[in-house]
Each structure stands twice: as structure tokens, then as C-alpha cells.
């Protein structure tokens, strides 16, 4: 081999181990390449009003308000009204017609299996990857963050903390939450041990010398509303003082719900601190946003919007949206970008600053804000964005056909410079009504002509996906037993652990999908396990907060596998076996059945007879299902 030739080779490969990884070559350390880190943090229900920098007439918010100063801000950037949908398309960058989770319960809050999420993307890439607080994208195989590419969780499952499916009795204060797959107790208070939880695995990655994602999802602000006492007396003095001191009926609930801001404020502070003295802040992207719009805006301050989470104003989809890098140098930082961008921006913005390798970027229907972090770019003035979501059952007790919960074209609203075409029947300019107050539908039919063409171009492109029902795994090795509980009853509305204590006389099926044939128990219970009632009776511990429980007289049981049609357990077809139907006693904590299932889809209806008496109509009203059934593959 001639000298050149080597000299050349030799080249080539130092070329190549710079851009790799960091070695030793020729005794000489050389520079490496570094993926920057990631942290994203999303809290649940804080709206736009909520940061003293946006005016707040009450809380200060001295952390986020610095964040936000030494950020680059986008302030017209737009989440969908609820909190599962927007988290569907945080950590995929598809829109929730897509990617199936549309809702916050009712069966409509599972992400598709098989789309690849933040962790899986970060993971694939070398990162580790970590969720820390509230997930709500389903909490059985396969739509637990373990199973979606996140290596260490410590998080809940469902919309807040004492949802049905939230270990029994957690009341934010000393909760057990699932760790890895594994129920773990934990002391203190759930935004603390979120962000302590996440400083931990940002510590452990550290040491590894491997860069990491750590999503911090907490479930403060939603309610219900139980802050810290120290935060709470700091905003009852700050409330005092303001100009609402005077208004029945609105301290209460505000002061808890700021006190939790408050909380949330000091641990950003705290994250700060620690990433500085771990030498990482520098180099590590920081993200923050909210979930939706605020849930008391509209009952003080507002920032100029009218709406709340749920409704399509710009109250209940604008949110804040802070990006940090320090060594990213973005010449944006410290100002306020115009334009309109959405929750799906973030996926592909973050692949572009961070070098992620994806399968298929074309896939990531949001823009890549890369450029105009840097200043290179300006969003363009004509981009127009589309913002829907599948709207709660209406409270109702069985399932209905072509039920409430299903994603809908005319529910959206379309976004165009200063224009909002809401339902397809109201139009406000922003530039002229920021309040939206003067609906010139009518008077406008250009605009809304234009606005028309976009939603229809959107539903076709949507259109045969949006309402793909997304089915449990069991049987599975991945989980058996599986636990199911009522927040999954596809279009009825089970979603507090409180409607259990009460007895909500509501039924409906799940949709599930046997994973292996063979024989399989099915436990049927009132009360979660980790309470060990029984079923006519009441748990003996409900966790720290008192709730009004009340037995129900249930005297027998029964389960049918087979068609959706909600008719009376009496006029179903028996699956095939005997035992169709079990009598309860007072002493039983469960009723079991052992069923054969061949493998593919099932629907699984539950029913608790309730006897009321001879003087009491027999109605579906008193078939409720049972809210926890426990299914183990023999």
C-alpha cells in the first residue's frame, strides 16, 4: 500500500470516528459530536393566562416566566381543547385522526399500536428515554409507555390522578403509581416526585454518558384540586390582595388550582439548578407547554381570549409553547414568533435539531420549526391548521349507535391568519374581535368558502382512519393477567373513581383482541383488588380524601361475548359454556368465569344485577357493568 494511500485511509477513518463517538486515536483525545439532550414539559389544564408574564393579575410565576425569557416563545401556537389528544400528537406529530386517540376515555383514548412515538424515535437513536407523571394513552398492552419505547416510567394512567383506572385511594399526596410495569409507593407530593423521579433518570443517563429524552408530564393543575398547604397559603395572601378578593364562590377553587402553578414553578426552578450544576443545561433542549386551554381563565383573566379547555374559542387551544437550547444559538431567542404552528410541530422540529434517523419522515405531517428557531425562516402567513377532537358522551348510561364519540368533520376548527371557522357555522376575525364576539359567519362567504375547502380537504385525507377502533390486547406475554377497567367501555362515560364509589348505573363493552387461544378467567368486580371489597359492600380505606360510597344490592352476575348490541342479558345468546350467569353473595369479592376464546376480535360485556326490589321495574338501569374485571390466560 503506498504512503499516500495510508495517510488517506487513516484520514478517512479519524473523519469517521469524529462524527461517531468519542475515542483515543494516537494517544490524542478528539472532540466529539454530541447529541444534544431533550426535555419536554407539558402541564395539564394550566392555560395561557396562567404565567404572571402573561399578565396574570395573581400568580407569579418567576421560573417559567425566565424560561420563557431566555426561550424563543411562539405566540400563536395551538393544542387540541382536551388533554389526551394533544399528548396523541405531542409524541407522534400526527393528528388524532390518525393516530385514533380522539378522547380522553370512553374507548377512545388508546394511541394506535404500531405508530412510532417521541420514545421510540429518541430510543431507536441512542437516547435514553423516560416518561415521568401522567401518561392517559391507555394503561394496557399495548399503549403503556413501556411498550411505546420508553425505557423508565414512573407514571398514572388515565386523565388525573383518582380516574377509574389510578391505583385506589391516590389523592396526590404519598400515591402508589406504576414503575416500570411494577406498583410502587412513593412518599410526597406527585409534582415533586414527578420532577424527582425525572432528575434521577437524567442523573443515571449522565453517568452512563448517554444523551436522554425525559418527558415530565404532570397532572396539576387538573383537578381535583389538591395543592400543597405551603403554595396554598402563599396564594390565598396573593389572592387576598387582588382585585377578586371581593367575588363569592371563586377563592376557593382558584387559590388551589394557582397553588399548583405555584408548585409546579418552584420544581422548573429546582430542574434549572440541577441541570446547571450537572454541566448539561447548556446542551440540553427544553421544552414547555400545556395541555389545553385553562379551566378557570374564563372566571378571572382570560389574556384576552374567550374560551376554556373543551370549546374550539381560542381560549381552549392556545397555549404557551417556550423552546430553549443554549448551545443551539438561535437568533430568535428571547422574542415572540408570529405564525401559527400546533402541538404536531414539535415531533419533526425536534428531529431536524437533533439528527434523529426516522423511517419515514414524510410520515410527520407538522412543520419543522428548525429554521425559524434560527431565524432563517418565517412561518408562512397562509398556513392554515385544523383542530378537532371527538367530543365527551354526553353523560349518557348505555351506549348508543354512531355514538358521541365519534370524531366528526363539523366538529373542528380552522385557523387562517386572523380567521376561526368554528362547526362550520361560526367565523370570527381575530385582527378585529380578538374576543370573539361577532360571529360574521354570514357576511363572510369567501372566507368561509376557503375556510370549507380546507376542512374537506383535511376529512378526506382523514376521513378512513379517524374512527378505527382501537382494541386490548390478552393473552398476551407481554401482560396477562390484563386489567380492565370501565374508563375503556367504548361511548359511555366512566371516568372517576368517584362514579364507582357512587354507583353510576352505566354499561357498556370493551373491544378486545384475544392474543392466544386457550382457556381464560374472568374475574368481575365492583372494587379494584388493592381493596379487597366485596362486592355488595364498600372498601374499609378510600385513601386520604373522604367520598360518599354507597353498596349496591347485586344479586347476580353475568358476562356475554359477541356482538355489540347493548339488549338485556336475558335476550343475548349464551357464548357457549356453562355458568352464563352466577349468583352473588354478600361474602364474594368477585364472581369468576372460565371461558374458551379463540384468538381475534371479541367484544366483552359485563353485567351486575341489581335487585331493587319487586315494587322496581326491571330496566338496563339495573344491569350496570362491572367497572374492574381482571382476564387471566390458564
Known sequence: MSYKLTIMLMKNLIFLILTITSVNVFGLKLPIKKKPNVIIIMTDDQGYPELSMHGNPILKTPNLDELGKSSVQFKNFHVTPMCAPTRGELLTGLDNAVNQLSNVSSGRALLKSGIPTMGNIFAGNGYSTGIFGKWHMGSNYPYRPQDRGFEESVWFPSSHIGSVSDFWGNDYFD??????????????????????????????????????????????????????????????????????????????????????????????????????????????????????????????????????????????????????????????????????????????????????????????????LASILDGKEEISKDRKLIINYSRMPNFISYPIPHG????????????????????????????????????????????????????????????????????????????????????????????????????ARKNSYWCLEVEEVGEYEIELRRWPRETDATITGVPTTLGGRKVKTYPLPIKQASIYIGGVELRSISEKNPYGFEGLTKSVNSEDKFIKFNVNLNKGPIYLHTFFHLDEGSDKKASDQNLIGAYYVYINKI
Open 175 to 368: 400515591d402508589t403509581y406504576w414503575n416500570n410495569g411494577k406498583k410502587q409507593k412513593y412518599e410526597g407530593y406527585c409534582t415533586d416526585i414527578f420532577f424527582s423521579e425525572s432528575k434521577r433518570f437524567i442523573e443515571e443517563s449522565i453517568d452512563r454518558e448517554k444523551p436522554f429524552f425525559a418527558y415530565i408530564s404532570t397532572n396539576t393543575p387538573h383537578g381535583p384540586l389538591y395543592p400543597k398547604e405551603e403554595d396554598y397559603k402563599v396564594l390565598e395572601k396573593l389572592f387576598d390582595k387582588s382585585e377578586f378578593a371581593r367575588e363569592k364562590g371563586l377563592k376557593s377553587r382558584l387559590v388551589k388550582y394557582l397553588a399548583m402553578i405555584r408548585n409546579i414553578d418552584s420544581n422548573i426552578g429546582d430542574l434549572t439548578d440541577f441541570l446547571n450544576d450537572k454541566g448539561v443545561i447548556d446542551d440540553t433542549i427544553i421544552i414547555f407547554l400545556t395541555d389545553n386551554g385553562s379551566t378557570m381563565g374564563k372566571s378571572y383573566f382570560n389574556a384576552g381570549m374567550r374560551g376554556m379547555k373543551t370549546e374550539l374559542w381560542e381560549g381552549g387551544h392556545r397555549v404557551p409553547l417556550f423552546i430553549k437550547w443554549v448551545n443551539g444559538n438561535f437568533k430568535n431567542t428571547g422574542k415572540e414568533v408570529e405564525g401559527l404552528c400546533k402541538v404536531t410541530d414539535i415531533l419533526p422540529t425536534l428531529v431536524d435539531l437533533c439528527g434523529l434517523n426516522v423511517t419515514n419522515k414524510s410520515s410527520l405531517k407538522g412543520l419543522s
Open 404 to 503: 358521541q364519540t365519534i370524531l366528526k368533520k363539523e366538529g373542528a376548527v380552522v385557523l387562517w391568519k386572523g380567521w376561526r371557522l368554528l362547526e362550520s357555522r361560526e367565523l370570527y376575525n381575530l385582527e378585529n374581535d380578538p374576543k370573539q364576539q361577532l360571529n360574521i359567519y354570514d357576511k363572510n362567504p369567501a372566507i368561509v368558502k376557503i375556510l370549507e375547502n380546507e376542512l374537506d380537504q383535511w376529512w378526506d385525507s382523514v376521513k378512513d382512519d379517524a374512527n378505527e377502533v382501537q382494541r386490548i390486547i390478552i393473552g398476551s406475554a407481554y401482560e396477562n393477567p390484563t386489567t380492565l377497567t370501565a374508563i375503556d367501555w367504548l361511548d359511555v362515560f366512566v371516568d372517576q373513581q368517584q362514579q364507582i364509589s357512587l354507583g
